[in-house]
Nanobody
Framework: QVQLVESGGGLVQAGGSLRLSCAAS????????LGWFRQAPGKEREFVSQ????????VYSDSVNGRFSISINNDRNTLYLQMDTLKPEDTAVYYC????????????????WGQGTQVTVSS
């Protein structure tokens, strides 16, 4: 069983930056795909980005491509999401997620989830 704990959310002005962290315990990242989803009020949870444990593959949603950067530190068992040029529409609860093997942008392909961290971008 993998436990995931996010941190780093907060309130930031439009154009600003935040870095989210996701600390994992219970297993190493070996063989996993790690990812970030987000959920805005009244909306469905949506895919943001994912990375494989060996960094062979990274994927971003169109809405964050070029502004967000996903990375992983296997020594610390920690996943990161660097968010730059933030926009008010990025306001959401951000969730860290993990799946052994492969995963896709569909919610159902991911097994392990964190509790979420709130990101609020003011205009």
């Amino acid at each position: 069983q993998v436990q995931l704990v996010e941190s780093g959310g907060g309130l930031v002005q439009a154009g600003g930056s935040l870095r989210l962290s996701c600390a994992a315990s219970g297993d190493t990242f070996y063989g996993f795909t790690l990812g970030w989803f987000r959920q805005a009020p009244g909306k469905e949870r949506e895919f943001v980005s994912q990375i494989t444990w060996n960094r062979d593959s990274t994927v971003y949603s169109d809405s964050v491509n070029g502004r967000f950067s996903i990375s992983i530190n296997n020594d610390r068992n920690t996943l990161y999401l660097q968010m730059d040029t933030l926009k008010p529409e990025d306001t959401a609860v951000y969730y860290c997620t993990a799946q052994r093997g492969t995963a896709r942008a569909r919610l159902s392909t991911w097994k392990f989830w964190g509790q979420g961290t709130q990101v609020t971008v003011s205009s």
